[in-house]
């Protein structure tokens, strides 16, 4: 009799590293080809206009970017928390709650308060902290309820958002609807100070607050005395408390700096891509930012690179329902396939698979 | 004699192999059915590893397992823990693994094969009722796991592997957790199961309880199996020789001293256990600048507590701590390291170390906050490392490097790290530190206990104000200057070494207050 049995590696070689992510994404290219198949399209073709889209030539690239801006950003303030074994899973809410701040900051501030320079230098800055104060304050309230009454978080964070997304849709439906919009639900448009700058297509100065972040929680999570007190409580708990360390401080300030990088993606949605408060805030960053830190292994440099290729995958994905004119959901399928096997296979990194040659008896 | 008893277990050259460790090498074992089986051997002799083969969670890497089975030895694969199971072995780990939320009825059934999908608690509960009255090791069937003591918690595990169905049960270090008496109360227990057939394995590396416990002994050293003997036929100075392969010191030197300065004063120390209920009632305790103030105590009289509670991690309700003058009542535990309190915690894993992070981090946890590791909010993490290098020297704490994470360092050595880390803090305050030392010998190996007694009688001779809880009695006569009995969360007298005896402290430890 023979049995397969699961070992837990001690240490993990360096060739499985590497070998067990690209065979994840092969098997489930294999396994999307089949359905591609299926459906009578030519796999390779599929998956040529995937990269094609997503990675081939400057438009392509920069659309990219676009889309991986508020990944990296809210898979940072998922990593930060995860760290701290606190489970934000309410990005998604603080990421709009950014968004709807920012706007406020660019269509109201200039009518109330016009002896403000009406100018990106002040504009910019102002929106930024009014986003990342606003998806920090969205989630203080769920750690408070965790810190002092032991709330669960999971729970909290997650209703928050289905509050924050109604919140905003109620503003740009009704009261901040734009009256010269031909009755289209949407803010009217700011003005231009209160755009981010574009490098070149749509890509703009949104990704450089991302990659600071990310270069910023680096620095606290290798360098400082603050990411040793996250990681203390995160391993051990009760060892923290031991070391003097306060875990109630510790998990406000963990979550107001979390929440407040998803608001920071709000506030880089709405002032370098929609210039005004509109549908689209809300398309699930705030949950593809879990996948992003889970995939990073909650690492702030690798969140970037995770971001840049789940955006590639979104983006071509969008681009073969274009240009072979595949139904969205085949490419949502195909999107669906890979992170599944990649999320999965990481189990043989930690784990080997033994064959057992029993002796019959 | 056992000689006729038949054959429960048999392993035959063992081998196990880690990357870089050999643990077992070509080692027998013999349990027969109606023995208690000790397994001695040092920490990191391979003991726990035999076992974990037996019970399905590693497999040998060469070597063969045979088990009774109607009548005759049948060679046998495990190739699982529910697969030892099935087979009749129940293993009770020295680290419990219970879910501490749920019920002692409901720990009995998780992961159980045929558990029917309409529960009825009302009948798991009468079986667990009526094996503990069987063996004589009740335990509240409703209770949840967190309410109950250490002792307590050590029952529902070998209460859940009887109740799976085990004949072979393997016990790792069970004393490690017991006051004497419980000790006592578990081997009458251990008695009644072999005496209806049950074979145990009793892994242990404490000689006096392997004589009064086992019929026979085997013993390993360094992964190799040194000897299997009658324990009627041998004593304690042939296994200590057996097992450390040389001769023990006994005893350790303490030099004179003077108490004059009192570094610790605890006045009228009122506290609430964790289920809410007073843990300590107006406790009143003295230490004295180069004094080892030794606490005795049947376990869950309010030792734990007391310990928290001088340390800033338990709320005081009542009464007050001064540290050398200053009045420290209700002092965060930050504030209580500030003030020079060290402390040595119980539960090495759980409290004292963050097992998954590097020796290096753990060192650091008293003193990152400062320079030199601290520079404003940054943390110098090369000075961390050289600075769990010094360490690591000083107090011989074994262990391939400072990035190693914690958890992978044997318990002498994780308990030697820890007392590195709080004797170092301690050696800022030249007017001396406080100790606070809550069984910092338990569950240890002969050498490791030398070591570590060693240390906290040389802080004492430094001048360290040393609180030491313990429920080995010979060691608090052997290391304190005075000793406080602690009962029901009083302490019953305080006694000096020199003057009492054993059966006075056990008196006091029943509460009888001494006059």
């Given at each position: 009799?023979?049995?397969?049995?699961?070992?837990?590696?001690?240490t993990?070689?360096t060739?499985?590293?590497?070998?067990?992510?690209?065979?994840?994404?092969?098997?489930?290219?294999?396994?999307?080809?089949?359905?591609?198949?299926?459906?009578?399209?030519?796999?390779?073709?599929?998956?040529?206009?995937?990269?094609?889209?997503?990675y081939?030539?400057?438009?392509?690239?920069?659309?990219?970017l676009?889309?991986?801006?508020?990944?990296?950003?809210?898979?940072?303030?998922?990593?930060?928390a995860?760290?701290?074994?606190?489970?934000?899973?309410?990005?998604?809410?603080?990421?709009?709650?950014?968004?709807?701040?920012?706007?406020?900051?660019?269509?109201?501030?200039?009518?109330?308060?016009?002896?403000?320079?009406?100018?990106?230098?002040?504009?910019?800055?102002?929106?930024?902290?009014?986003?990342?104060?606003?998806?920090?304050?969205?989630?203080?309230?769920?750690?408070?309820?965790?810190?002092?009454?032991?709330?669960?978080?999971?729970?909290?964070?997650?209703?928050?958002?289905?509050v924050?997304i109604?919140?905003?849709?109620?503003l740009?439906?009704?009261?901040?609807?734009?009256?010269?919009?031909?009755?289209?639900?949407?803010s009217?448009?700011?003005?231009?100070?209160?755009?981010?700058?574009?490098?070149?297509?749509?890509l703009?100065?949104g990704?450089?607050?991302?990659?600071?972040?990310?270069?910023?929680?680096?620095?606290?999570?290798?360098?400082?005395?603050?990411?040793?007190?996250?990681?203390?409580?995160?391993?051990?708990?009760?060892?923290?408390?031991?070391?003097?360390?306060?875990?109630f401080?510790?998990?406000?300030?963990?979550m107001?700096?979390?929440?407040?990088?998803?608001?920071?993606?709000?506030?880089?949605e709405?002032?370098?891509?929609?210039?005004?408060?509109q549908?689209?805030?809300?398309?699930?960053?705030?949950?593809?930012?879990?996948?992003?830190?889970?995939?990073a292994?909650?690492?702030?440099?690798?969140?970037?690179w995770?971001?840049?290729?789940l955006?590639?995958?979104?983006?071509g994905?969008?681009q073969?329902?274009i240009?072979?004119?595949?139904?969205?959901?085949?490419?949502?399928?195909?999107?669906?396939?890979i992170l599944?096997?990649?999320?999965g296979?990481?189990?043989?990194?930690?784990?080997?698979?033994?064959?057992?040659?029993?002796?019959?008896? | 004699?056992?000689?006729?008893?038949?054959?429960?277990v048999?392993?035959?050259?063992?081998?196990?192999?880690?990357?870089?460790?050999?643990?077992?090498?070509?080692?027998?074992?013999?349990?027969?059915?109606?023995?208690?089986?000790?397994?001695?051997?040092e920490?990191?002799?391979?003991?726990?590893?035999?076992?974990?083969?037996?019970?399905?969670?590693y497999?040998?890497?060469?070597?063969?397992?045979?088990?009774l089975?109607?009548?005759?030895?049948r060679?046998?694969?495990?190739?699982?823990?529910?697969?030892?199971?099935?087979?009749?072995?129940g293993?009770?780990?020295?680290h419990?693994?219970?879910?501490?939320?749920?019920?002692?009825?409901?720990?009995?059934?998780?992961?159980?094969?045929?558990v029917?999908?309409?529960l009825?608690?009302?009948?798991?509960?009468?079986?667990?009722?009526e094996?503990?009255?069987?063996?004589?090791?009740?335990?509240?069937?409703?209770?949840?796991?967190?309410?109950?003591?250490?002792?307590?918690?050590?029952?529902?595990?070998?209460?859940?592997?009887?109740?799976?169905?085990?004949n072979t049960?393997?016990?790792?270090?069970?004393?490690?957790?017991?006051?004497?008496q419980?000790?006592?109360?578990?081997?009458?227990?251990?008695?009644?199961?072999?005496?209806?057939?049950k074979?145990?394995?009793?892994?242990?590396?404490?000689?006096?309880?392997?004589?009064?416990?086992?019929?026979?002994?085997t013993?390993?050293?360094?992964g190799?199996?040194?000897?299997?003997?009658?324990?009627?036929?041998?004593?304690?100075?042939?296994?200590?020789?057996?097992?450390?392969?040389?001769?023990l010191?006994?005893?350790?030197?303490?030099?004179?001293?003077?108490?004059?300065?009192?570094?610790l004063?605890?006045?009228?120390?009122?506290?609430l256990?964790?289920?809410?209920?007073?843990?300590l009632?107006?406790?009143?305790?003295?230490?004295?600048?180069?004094?080892?103030?030794?606490?005795?105590?049947?376990?869950?009289?309010g030792?734990?507590?007391?310990?928290?509670?001088?340390?800033?991690?338990?709320?005081?309700?009542?009464?007050?701590?001064?540290?050398r003058?200053?009045?420290?009542?209700?002092?965060?535990?930050?504030?209580?390291?500030?003030?020079?309190?060290?402390?040595?915690?119980?539960?090495r894993?759980?409290?004292?170390?963050?097992?998954?992070l590097?020796?290096?981090d753990?060192?650091?946890?008293?003193?990152?906050r400062?320079?030199p590791?601290?520079?404003?909010?940054?943390?110098?993490?090369?000075?961390?490392?050289?600075?769990?290098?010094?360490m690591?020297?000083?107090?011989?704490?074994?262990?391939?490097g400072?990035?190693?994470?914690?958890?992978?360092?044997?318990?002498g050595?994780q308990?030697?790290?820890?007392?590195?880390?709080?004797?170092s803090?301690?050696?800022?305050?030249?007017?001396?530190?406080?100790?606070?030392?809550?069984?910092?010998?338990?569950?240890?190996?002969v050498?490791?206990?030398?070591?570590?007694?060693?240390?906290?009688?040389?802080?004492?001779d430094?001048?360290?104000?040393?609180?030491?809880?313990?429920?080995?009695?010979?060691?608090?006569?052997?290391?304190?200057d005075?000793?406080a009995?602690?009962?029901?969360?009083?302490?019953?007298?305080v006694?000096?070494?020199?003057?009492t005896?054993?059966?006075?402290?056990?008196?006091?430890?029943?509460?009888?207050?001494?006059?």
């Amino acid at each position: 009799m023979t049995t397969l049995k699961f070992e837990k590696r001690l240490t993990t070689p360096t060739y499985v590293k590497w070998s067990v992510p690209v065979g994840s994404l092969m098997l489930a290219l294999a396994a999307g080809g089949v359905l591609l198949i299926a459906v009578g399209v030519n796999p390779f073709t599929a998956y040529g206009a995937m990269i094609e889209g997503a990675y081939g030539g400057r438009t392509a690239l920069t659309e990219t970017l676009v889309r991986a801006t508020p990944l990296i950003l809210t898979g940072l303030s998922v990593a930060l928390a995860f760290r701290m074994l606190f489970w934000n899973i309410g990005a998604e809410g603080q990421l709009v709650m950014g968004g709807v701040a920012a706007s406020g900051v660019a269509l109201f501030l200039p009518e109330a308060a016009p002896s403000i320079p009406q100018s990106p230098w002040v504009y910019l800055p102002l929106m930024g902290l009014a986003a990342l104060l606003a998806g920090a304050l969205w989630g203080l309230v769920p750690a408070l309820l965790k810190s002092s009454l032991g709330v669960n978080e999971i729970i909290t964070t997650l209703m928050f958002n289905y509050v924050a997304i109604l919140f905003y849709q109620y503003l740009f439906t009704d009261p901040w609807k734009d009256p010269a919009g031909f009755g289209f639900p949407g803010s009217a448009e700011f003005g231009q100070f209160a755009w981010l700058p574009r490098f070149s297509g749509r890509l703009n100065f949104g990704i450089l607050v991302g990659v600071g972040s990310a270069v910023f929680l680096w620095l606290v999570f290798s360098k400082s005395k603050w990411g040793y007190e996250i990681a203390l409580i995160g391993e051990n708990e009760r060892a923290a408390r031991y070391a003097g360390v306060s875990v109630f401080r510790n998990i406000v300030l963990v979550m107001v700096v979390s929440a407040g990088l998803a608001g920071l993606a709000g506030f880089a949605e709405v002032s370098g891509i929609s210039h005004k408060l509109q549908q689209g805030l809300a398309v699930g960053n705030g949950f593809s930012g879990i996948i992003v830190a889970w995939l990073a292994k909650l690492r702030p440099l690798r969140v970037i690179w995770v971001a840049i290729l789940l955006a590639g995958l979104f983006v071509g994905g969008d681009q073969i329902q274009i240009t072979l004119g595949l139904p969205a959901s085949i490419s949502q399928v195909l999107q669906g396939a890979i992170l599944l096997f990649v999320l999965g296979g990481d189990i043989f990194s930690r784990y080997r698979l033994r064959l057992i040659r029993g002796d019959g008896s | 004699m056992t000689d006729q008893l038949p054959v429960a277990v048999r392993m035959e050259g063992i081998t196990k192999r880690f990357p870089g460790v050999l643990a077992n090498e070509d080692v027998d074992l013999e349990v027969r059915t109606g023995e208690i089986h000790a397994l001695l051997g040092e920490n990191g002799a391979g003991k726990s590893t035999l076992m974990s083969v037996l019970c399905g969670l590693y497999r040998q890497d060469e070597g063969a397992i045979s088990l009774l089975s109607n009548g005759g030895l049948r060679r046998v694969d495990i190739g699982s823990p529910r697969h030892a199971i099935e087979l009749g072995i129940g293993m009770v780990h020295q680290h419990f693994k219970l879910v501490r939320t749920q019920t002692v009825a409901e720990n009995m059934i998780i992961g159980m094969d045929g558990v029917p999908f309409r529960l009825d608690m009302s009948q798991v509960a009468a079986d667990i009722r009526e094996l503990g009255e069987r063996y004589d090791m009740l335990v509240d069937p409703t209770a949840a796991i967190w309410q109950l003591s250490v002792g307590e918690q050590q029952r529902v595990e070998i209460l859940k592997v009887l109740y799976r169905g085990a004949n072979t049960l393997i016990l790792d270090e069970p004393t490690a957790v017991l006051t004497p008496q419980e000790s006592g109360q578990l081997g009458s227990a251990l008695r009644a199961m072999v005496a209806e057939g049950k074979a145990i394995v009793f892994i242990s590396h404490k000689l006096d309880e392997v004589i009064s416990f086992a019929d026979r002994v085997t013993v390993l050293r360094q992964g190799r199996n040194v000897a299997t003997l009658d324990v009627g036929s041998t004593n304690k100075h042939e296994l200590a020789r057996l097992m450390v392969g040389r001769e023990l010191a006994t005893g350790v030197p303490k030099g004179d001293r003077e108490l004059d300065q009192p570094v610790l004063v605890v006045d009228g120390l009122e506290a609430l256990g964790d289920r809410g209920l007073p843990a300590l009632r107006g406790v009143d305790l003295t230490a004295m600048r180069g004094e080892v103030v030794g606490i005795a105590g049947v376990a869950g009289n309010g030792q734990q507590e007391l310990a928290e509670a001088i340390t800033g991690l338990r709320r005081i309700t009542a009464g007050k701590v001064t540290v050398r003058g200053v009045d420290c009542t209700g002092k965060t535990p930050r504030q209580m390291i500030e003030a020079g309190v060290c402390h040595v915690p119980g539960d090495r894993l759980g409290v004292g170390l963050a097992g998954n992070l590097p020796v290096a981090d753990n060192l650091a946890m008293k003193t990152y906050r400062r320079r030199p590791l601290a520079r404003g909010p940054f943390l110098d993490r090369k000075k961390m490392g050289s600075q769990a290098k010094r360490m690591i020297d000083e107090f011989g704490v074994l262990t391939p490097g400072p990035a190693t994470p914690a958890r992978n360092l044997s318990g002498g050595n994780q308990q030697k790290a820890i007392l590195a880390r709080e004797i170092s803090a301690g050696r800022d305050f030249e007017s001396g530190a406080v100790l606070v030392a809550a069984y910092p010998t338990r569950g240890l190996d002969v050498g490791a206990i030398e070591a570590v007694r060693a240390r906290i009688v040389a802080e004492r001779d430094r001048g360290t104000a040393v609180v030491l809880i313990s429920e080995d009695l010979d060691e608090l006569m052997m290391l304190s200057d005075r000793i406080a009995v602690l009962h029901g969360g009083q302490v019953m007298g305080v006694v000096e070494p020199a003057s009492t005896t054993i059966e006075e402290i056990g008196l006091l430890m029943a509460g009888e207050r001494r006059s």
